[in-house]
């Protein structure tokens, strides 16, 4: 359509009478060289950035920390919208000096940066900056001890986990329950198919709470490394329909022995025991 309406543009953003072609708006043209040159020096692109498919792919190629991987593929994708928006800009009878036009970049890639990682403090606000604060960032890790803590006298401690190879695949469900010594007493597992991951995870718990019962291990501390599931028993969240049924019966027999059973939550680390059994 283009080579039908006319024969060739001049380029509105040089000074001299260029045409106007892909390669020459967004790569030969002094303003694009200009921006292109500024972010790849910081980054450490090499160029010459001479062709846009070959500016895109080295961007997306470059070695760079693992949280600039991102932020590189989005570049030059900014770079071209930046490029086409400040051509409109002076094409129509507006300003738009190359300045403007990275601090405008500059702006984005910022908002880019503290949306993919809200966590991160203190984020710079120029690209330069930017790229130096991410090779240099390192995580803050955090380590916790897990050990293993008997029930006070007289108590029990029942732990209840779900495993799967997939959602949903074939899975199993299991307990353990110990007493106030640290000793182990009893444990059971039994093997569910094509149901969900919380569904497993409630059949252990109900497992678990129907043997105590039985038994007369009472009363007993019930622990279990899905937060989502004791919110759900304890009816902090909504039961989902998937595992009203199970829940129910679990209120039921927490009921009938006076709400002897105290569900807690549990680091995964701490609950080894009954991962192994499932």
């Known amino acids: 359509m283009h080579m039908r309406v006319v024969k060739s543009v001049t380029c509105c953003c040089c000074s001299t009478t260029a045409i106007e072609t892909f390669q020459h708006l967004f790569c030969a043209c002094p303003d694009s060289k200009t921006v292109w040159d500024y972010l790849a020096v910081a980054a450490t692109v090499q160029g010459p950035f001479i062709q846009l498919r070959n500016n895109i ?50 702006r984005n890639i910022y908002l880019l940066t503290i949306t993919k990682y809200p966590w991160l403090n203190n984020v710079p606000k120029r690209w330069p900056f930017i790229v130096q604060y991410l090779y240099e960032y390192t995580p803050i890790l955090v380590t916790k001890i897990i050990t293993l803590i008997a029930p006070n006298r007289g108590l029990f401690k029942c732990n209840s986990d779900g495993a799967c190879r997939a959602n949903p695949r074939p899975m199993s469900s299991a307990f353990c329950v110990r007493n106030d010594s640290g000793e182990f007493v009893y444990s059971d597992t039994r093997t569910t198919w094509d149901i969900l991951v919380t569904e497993v995870e409630v059949i252990a718990m109900r497992m678990g709470i129907e043997f105590c019962v039985a038994q007369s291990f009472l ?15 304890d009816r902090v969240w ?23 059973v105290e569900v807690t939550h549990i680091l995964r680390e701490g609950n080894k025991v009954t991962v192994f059994f499932c």
């Open 238 to 260: 909504e039961v989902p329909w998937t595992i009203s049924m199970e829940v129910k019966k679990i209120s039921l027999l927490r009921e009938k022995v006076l709400k002897l």
């Open 57 to 106: 792919l080295k961007w997306w190629q470059a070695d760079c920390a693992p949280k600039l991987k991102i932020i590189f593929k989005i570049i030059p994708a900014m770079v071209i919208w930046h490029i086409w928006k400040s051509l409109n800009v002076i094409y129509h009878g507006g300003c738009m000096s190359v300045h403007y036009l990275l601090s405008y970049l500059n």
């Open 219 to 233: 009363p007993i501390t019930l622990e279990t490394d899905s937060l989502a599931l004791k919110n759900i028993v």
